[in-house]
């Protein structure tokens, strides 16, 4: 089965209506509102990304970039199959994309996601589906003060020469100015 990628830099309601379903069944909690995705991509620090099977919606994802020039990392901010179509291999695939992608467009050395650290047969899972995928979970845990759950850091070296330097708190901080630029008003110097 193979999916039809497609990536947009701009936002698009009518896109978004037909995306949206997928995004809250994926995401009932701690996703972020529509008005800061829909700013992300105004502010041009995130892609919206499509699959399609057979003309029809079957995965999104939400990304966004992190370093410079060299150390670039592709964080994943959001990532959904169709609940109807897991375990056919669509997310892995889907993945791929949006990985080579990543690389052709913007030269990244790594793909960066953070994943629930909770210890739910749900959170297992995801983390299961990841390191299936080539992603190396971190030892820090990271606690959000406003979201009950906490998060680590997983990422898929794509460079002979990446290197975890720590537990996994460098990555993490990588995620946390990603979500601090999301969040940020246009025109905000953050200083």
Do not use: N
Not at 6 to 26: F, G
Not at 31 to 60: N, S
Not at 64 to 75: D, K, Q, T
Not at 125 to 134: D, K, Q, S, T
């Amino acid at each position: 089965m193979t999916l039809e990628f497609k990536t947009y830099d701009k936002w698009d309601d009518a896109l978004w209506a037909a995306i949206e379903p997928l995004y809250r069944e994926a995401f009932p909690h701690g996703a972020k509102p529509v008005g800061i995705l829909h700013a992300m991509l105004d502010k041009q620090i995130a892609w919206l990304h499509t699959g399609y099977q057979d003309g029809k919606l079957a995965a999104m994802a939400v990304t966004g970039l992190s370093g410079p020039a060299g150390e670039r990392m592709l964080i994943i901010d959001y990532m959904a199959v169709d609940a109807g179509l897991r375990g056919q291999g669509l997310g892995r695939q889907f993945l791929e994309l949006i990985r080579d992608w990543a690389v052709q467009k913007h030269d990244i050395q790594a793909v960066l996601i953070e994943v629930e650290a909770g210890h739910t047969e749900e959170d297992a899972a995801r983390v299961h589906f990841w390191e299936h995928c080539g992603f190396i979970a971190t030892e820090y845990v990271h606690q959000y003060i406003w979201i009950p759950e906490p998060y680590r850091a997983m990422v898929m070296p794509l460079t002979r020469d990446f290197a975890i330097t720590d537990d996994g708190q460098a990555l993490f901080r990588r995620i946390t100015d990603f979500h601090r630029k999301s969040f940020r008003k246009s025109g905000d110097t953050g200083v």
